[in-house]
Structures are given as C-alpha cells and as structure tokens.
C-alpha cells in the first residue's frame, strides 16, 4: 500500500541533526527497480515516490546525503540510447532471465525462472526514456520535500542476462561477451572489442566502427545518457570493470590447475586501458562499484585484477562493498575476506556497506526469507573497520540498501521498521579502536609479487582463502589494516597495538615490514605469521625459530599439544595438505626443538616424515612479547562449481580451525562444543567500541555451545546469564546475537548474570549488576571518559546506594583501561 496521505514535517531543520554521535552517514542509497511505478501516471509516480522516502526517514535522518540507485533495465537502456527522450524504453518488468531460449511467459511448465521469465504484473505500463526523465526528477524533489537532505540519482549497468531483455549484448554483439557467471559466455567484458555496427546510437550517431573498445563505447554512451536524463552517478554491477569473471574462484589466470602467470600482465593492462576508456569518455560522473563476489588476492592471482592500479587511477570511483552473496549461500567468511582486504587500502577514506533487503527480479526478499528476520549479515559486517596511515579507525561511510522493492513492485514497510533498528544498533556500537585481532593486510605485496615474482601467485591467491575458511570456523575478526599503513602507525604511535593481536604473512627478505614486524614483537607485542616462508630472510627465520625442508603434500596425520573443540564424535586426525591451493608444499620445521622459548603445538606426519605445523616462541629480552607460526593449509579445492570446495569435515580435519585455537596462547581463547564435526562452527567477531567489547555472531546451528577465556578472565555478555566451567562462560546463543561486553571475572564456576539497571540517581548515565559471585575478581571497562572520580562500584548493595561502597583500583593498561574489584562474593554494582 502506497500510504497515501503521507506527509511528514519538511525536514530541513533536521538536516544534519543526527543523534548517531560522530558516527553518522555520509550517503544513504534506497536502491529500487522501476516496478512499483506500476502506472505511467505523473500523480501516481509522485505518491510512490514520496512513499520511498518516508518509509525510511527514521534512518534517512542520520545522513548528509540521500541517493536512489535505479535498476531500470540490466544496463542495456544506456547500451541502447539514441538521443532522444521519445525513445521506447525496456526496462525490467520481468520475473527471472528474459534472455533465454524461451520467450516470456512460454515453455514447459516445469521451466525455473533461470530458465524462462514472466512480466510482474499483467500489462506492465510502458516508458520512454523521456518518461524515465520525469522518474529522476519526481525522486529528487520528493526526496528533499521529505528528508530535507540533498538528493542523488544513480545509474545502473550490469553485464549479465539478468533483469530485462538485451537484444545488444545477446544477438547484435555477442562478441562482448566473456564471462560465464550464468552459463557460457553470459556476462560482458570490460575489456571486450565491438564489431562494426549501422544502428544510430547517442554517441556514435553513424553507427560502431568496426574493433571500437568496449570501455569507448561504453563511456560515451554513459555520458549522453546520464547527462540527458538528470542522473548524478552511475553503478558498476557484479563484477563489472573487474576482470571477466566476477563470481567464481576460477578466472582468465587460474584454471583450477594451474595459474597462467604469462597471461598477467596482458589481462591486467586491458582491465586498466577500459578504466581509461571509459573516464576519458565519460569524465566527471562519480563511479561507484558492486566488485566481485571475491578478494583482493583471489582476484589477482585468478583474473589478473590489479585493484592498486585502480585504485590509484583516479577515476573518482567508491571501492567495491562486501559482497551480498552471504545470503544466498552463508559463506560469511568469503564475504568479510572480500569487504576487508578491499578496505585495507582505499582511494581515500570513503568505503560503503550494503545490505540485501528484498530482490527485485527472483523472488526473494532475504530480510523476510533468506535471513528469516536475523540480523547477523547486519551485525558482522557493520562490525568490520579499517585503520588508515594516521592510526584512525575507519568505518562505512555510505550504506546501500538492495532493494526497497520486492520481485512484485511492493514496498511492504515491514522490512524498513524492522531492519532500520539494526542498522542504527549496529552504527551505535562501530568500533572506535583496533579489535583484539588485526589483520595486517599485504596489500601492496600481493601486487608486488604477482608482477615481479615467478612463482608466488599460488601463494597470492592461498592467503585469503585460508583466512575465509578461519572466519567461518569461528576467527574473530573485525579490524584490517595494511601492512604499508601498518609501518606508518607503529612508527608514529608504538603502542597503538597494545590490546591486539596481529595476524599476517612473512615478510619479503630485508624489507622495511620485516623490520618493523621484528621490533613490534620484540618490543612486547603480540604476531602471528601464516603461511609459507620460502621467501622469507635467514634472520627471520631465527627469530620464529624455523627451517624449511623438501615439501611435502597429500593426506598427513596429525598430532596436537593443545586444547581445542569439544565434540561428541571427534574431529578427523588427518589434513590433506594440496600445494595448489595452499601456497606451496608443506616445509617447515623447528631450527631449534630444544630452545626454551619454543612450544610446539601442531606437527604433522606422512610416511615416517614429520612436519612441524603450529608453534609459539617468545624470549626473556622480548619484554613480554610473543610471536605464533601457522603452516596453515587451505582444506578446499576446486571441484568444477562457482567456489573453492571446503574439505569434507567428517573426513579430514579442517586446517584453519588451527588459527583460531592459536588465539588461545595469546589470552583470547574461544572454543565450542558441538555433536559432530559435519555441525558448522559459529562466525564471531569482537570489536572494541567506546572501551566495551562488542561480540557479534552467526549460529548456523544454535545447538553449538560457545565458551569464552580470555587473559582478563570469562566475559560476561549482557543482559544474559552463564553457567562458568573451569574458568570459561558459556552461552548456547540464536542463529544472530549482538552483545556488549564491559565485564570480565576471574571465577572457577557458577552461574553468573551480567545485567544492566535503571540509574535513579543524579550523575549517573550507566548502572549494570553482576550476580552469582564467588570470591571472583572482577574486571569493568567503563566508557572511555570517565575518570577515577566517576566510577563507584557497591558489593551486595541496593537503593540509594548510600552503603555497600567498595575500594578498586586501575587495572594492568596492557589490558586497556578497566577497574578492578577482588574478593567479591555476592553481586556487584557499578556505575558511573
């Protein structure tokens, strides 16, 4: 329903009057298809359009700027246009592909909506390119009278079969056509040649020459079209402008065989010359990007991607978002590789979140069907955050929603009253400092190597698929940064990582990283390095205590020496280690097995020969620092589909689970107990947000039972009660959960709530109790201003608390700033 009469208060008195404190949005973007436009009636596309906005003016208030991204057709609209605005628009008024064998609405009945399409509705409105003009305007000036904000209008152009017919790019110039996303050769490439073409078009009014560059092409007809109808950007879709193949773990360089490294450097030239086609063409019109459903890394080393070349091309473009692919398949862990390692560097500090709300061509709408109402692909990855050169924690400044329309045309303002408290929720607590696990990204060395070295895209492509595997058993990560920023923060700032753990590659021989790794740990922090050493410096080596071997691939046995999951049937005792896909064979041992420092957690076997996997070293001078090696093995492979195929966990174990249990010698220790290893682990991250601990997670199985240690003690979720066991908590959580944490006990066991209370008292924002203690000690993160002064703590007190005070005192700073209170039995009251 269309909620006519709606009029809500103008709101230019509220233009920039966010309550998000500090963190408020830069752009807010209503993606929408033309669907809901259901009549071509002016008065009608003015009510849909002042119904867009005001269903989400409860969020639309905390940005600068509101923008629609309008998914008229598939592209093909700006492929198409002549120059004049009483042109016959196609636009997407189907359900599924149009641009199959089967013409709309025909076929075998049994025929998915892959395989055919119908029209949404019966005698869908036709439009004209002048009619689609009157659209952009009635959104723009409907979008101020609402929101008060400025209003932009984007552009949208995908190179795959989906969301309307396309005579241009499946009967007139197939030979545009590379990718195979869906089916063979389905999908436009950027860097594709036109043959010689008669029709008229806005930019080529005598028609294509024959071997016109597809970015040429392309780019001047983006700047008739845009200019001519009033759009302010344009939408770069699945993939577009990102090599030839968005989706798959394949690509033009690696064939799930081998990498043809020859190819590199070509493709990635003909990937760049498009980007240069298209600005020179179309040179001032913002770009912004969908990317690939992948990584930095992967893309690299499987499609010849050089997004540091993009990057720094000046294209004034908005870097690729994390991929919404986490709905359609739960791979969250893929999803938080390819958000972080494309924030880790950015063109400057602008990066967006977004998030799938309704589809409007497959009838689905995740918020209501695939998500089933959980916010866990809210909470995660709102959790992510980056940290520049200067040491400042960065966080999206735009955020997309995909779509406010359903396949039917609707708006059913169910969706935005209820993902709009999640969103707001989840920006409330964005992290504002490092989390406890930092991915030090090597972004620059990833384009290093793939250029200069002859047989490192193994390792290039390896690195993120392991660490997408170790999120999805359970890593706790949030925070990126690269290593080139890396150098810089702890150059200016030496103890900006004093509360983290960092995580990263080894370091090219003698270089400035290494260097600045060596020193970090040696002057008290805490590393750990995964994945092959082949190119790392002798003195590296020494400092993790390691020496290669001959490599050694294929089924290992393996023999652990620490605590890890708790399962009723117990994970499999074999790893199958593929150099392929794993940066190489298996070669590393200890240099030295009796030195002191050295405590080796993982070694492996094959045929009476040994492989040392996993171990931790620190030394007396290195002044309470630590640094962990994690050989680290993929466990997937390429078995034909679109991704890489994690190992079967019934049959062999899976590899970066280590990477978590790793976390344990470094006082953040996190395990589950569960029936059997087929049961998927949670995905989890703790971010650090106004001094709290800010756990967010995913259950695909809510029998899982998670339990918590960390080097502060067991910490406490609130609201929620835990029953400890041996020192950890333990929480049995729903399929989402987000949860602050300000408390952390030092208690053997008993069952603990952790609970926040009213204030009833002048002076005092924040009250929160802690019962079920026995003799605990007790550790409180308060917000970042307060002072000694406005802390109280009150043991087994109540109303008006004017008894029951008790002394503490300023806990160990390596541990952040907290208070402690020792010696409590009964309940705990803090404020301040």
């Given at each position: ?61 905390h ?5 629609v ?45 892959h ?8 005698n ?89 560059p ?41 064939t ?18 498009f ?56 791979d ?22 977004r ?12 918020w ?14 709102m959790?992510v ?18 779509t ?55 390792e ?74 082949d ?109 890489l195929?994690?190992?079967d ?18 006082g ?67 399929t ?20 926040e ?7 005092i ?54 208070y ?12 301040w």
């Amino acid at each position: 329903m269309l909620g006519c009469g709606v009029n809500p208060q103008p709101a230019q008195a509220q233009a920039g009057n966010s309550y998000l404190k500090g963190k408020s949005f830069n752009n807010i973007t209503l993606e929408a298809s033309l669907k809901p436009f259901k009549r071509n009636d002016k008065a009608y596309i003015r009510e849909v359009a002042t119904e867009m906005f005001t269903q989400w003016h409860s969020l639309l208030r905390h940005t600068d700027t509101v923008s629609v991204m309008l998914w008229t057709s598939d592209g093909s609209e700006i492929l198409d246009y002549k120059g004049t605005l009483d042109q016959s628009l196609e636009w997407a008024r189907y359900l599924g592909n149009p641009n199959t064998k089967h013409e709309v609405g025909s076929g075998p009945e049994e025929l998915s909506i892959h395989e055919r399409a119908y029209l949404y509705m019966d005698n869908p409105p036709a439009f004209t390119y002048g009619d689609l003009k009157f659209i952009i305007q009635a959104l723009k000036e409907a979008g101020k009278r609402v929101t008060g904000k400025p209003i932009l209008v984007g552009a949208t152009f995908d190179p795959g079969p989906e969301f309307a017919k396309s005579e241009f790019k499946y009967k007139k110039h197939p030979e545009i056509l590379g990718g195979s996303a869906m089916g063979h050769k389905s999908f436009v490439s950027c860097y594709s040649v036109l043959n010689a073409d008669n029709n008229t078009y806005a930019g080529f009014p005598k028609g294509i020459p024959a071997n016109t560059p597809f970015g040429l092409f392309f780019g001047r007809q983006s700047q008739h079209f845009l200019k001519d109808l009033g759009y302010d950007y344009i939408w770069f879709s699945n993939g577009f402008g990102f090599g030839a193949e968005g989706w798959s773990a394949t690509g033009a360089i690696f064939t799930g065989k081998d990498f043809a490294q020859n190819r590199l450097a070509d493709l990635t030239a003909k990937i760049n010359d498009f980007w240069k086609l298209f600005r020179k063409e179309c040179p001032t019109f913002q770009i912004q990007t969908r990317g690939t459903n992948l990584s930095v890394g992967a893309d690299l080393a499987r499609d010849a991607v050089n997004l540091k070349q993009i990057y720094e091309g000046n294209y004034n473009m908005l870097p690729p978002p994390n991929s919404p692919w986490a709905a359609l398949d739960g791979d969250f862990g893929l999803e938080m590789v390819g958000y972080m390692s494309r924030m880790a560097e950015l063109p400057d500090n602008r990066f967006l979140f977004r998030y799938y709300t309704h589809d409007p061509w497959w009838l689905n709408s995740p918020w209501l069907d695939r998500y089933g109402r959980e916010a866990h692909d809210i909470y995660l990855p709102m959790s992510v955050s980056r940290i520049d050169a200067n040491g400042k924690i960065g966080i999206p400044t735009h955020l997309n929603f995909l779509t406010i329309d359903n396949s039917l045309g609707e708006m059913p303002t169910q969706v935005p009253d209820e993902v709009t408290p999640h969103i707001l929720k989840a920006r409330y607590d964005a992290p504002t400092a490092p989390g406890p696990l930092v991915w030090v990204y090597p972004f620059d060395e990833y384009h290093q190597w793939a250029y200069s070295a002859k047989d490192r895209l193994p390792e290039v492509y390896y690195g993120d698929w392991y660490i997408r595997q170790a999120i999805n058993n359970g890593l706790p990560l949030n925070t990126v940064i690269s290593t080139t920023s890396f150098q810089s923060v702890i150059a200016r700032q030496p103890g900006y990582f004093r509360e983290s753990t960092l995580l990263t590659i080894a370091p090219d021989v003698g270089s400035a990283l290494e260097k600045a790794l060596m020193g970090f740990v040696q002057k008290g922090g805490k590393l750990i390095i995964f994945g092959p050493t082949d190119h790392a410096s002798p003195a590296f080596l020494d400092f993790l205590n390691q020496t290669n071997d001959a490599p050694l691939e294929g089924e290992f046995r393996i023999r652990t020496n620490y605590m890890t999951d708790m399962l009723e049937k117990a994970y499999p005792s074999v790893i199958n280690h593929r150099a392929l896909f794993s940066g190489g064979g298996f070669r590393t041992t200890l240099k030295n097995s009796s030195d002191a420092g050295t405590k080796l957690l993982v070694q492996v076997e094959q045929g009476g020969k040994s492989r040392d996997a996993v171990w931790v070293r620190t030394r007396p001078e290195w002044q309470g620092g630590k640094v962990a090696y994690l050989r680290g093995t993929n466990a997937s492979s390429f078995t034909g589909g679109r991704l890489l195929t994690p190992d079967d966990p019934e049959k062999w174990f899976t590899g970066p689970l280590h990477l978590r249990y790793i976390l344990q010698e470094f006082g953040l220790g996190h395990s589950v107990e569960k029936q059997d290893p087929s049961i998927k682990n949670p995905v989890l991250t703790i971010a650090r947000s106004n001094n709290a601990f800010i756990f967010s997670g995913y259950n695909p199985n809510s029998t899982v039972k998670q339990r918590f240690r960390f080097q502060q003690g067991a910490p406490l979720l609130l609201g929620l009660e835990t029953k400890l066991d041996r020192g950890n908590s333990t929480y049995t959580m729903p399929t989402s959960w987000n949860r602050e944490c300000r408390v952390f006990v030092e208690q053997t066991d008993g069952i603990v709530s952790f609970k926040e209370l009213h204030s009833g008292q002048k002076g005092i924002t924040k009250r929160y109790s802690v019962e079920g203690l026995k003799n605990a000690t007790v550790r409180i993160y308060p917000e970042e201003h307060i002072t000694d002064q406005q802390f109280h703590a009150y043991v087994n007190a109540a109303y008006p608390w004017k008894t029951g005070q008790v002394t503490f005192k300023a806990g160990d700073n390596r541990f952040g700033k907290h208070y402690i209170v020792e010696n409590v039995t009964g309940n705990l009251v803090v404020s301040w």
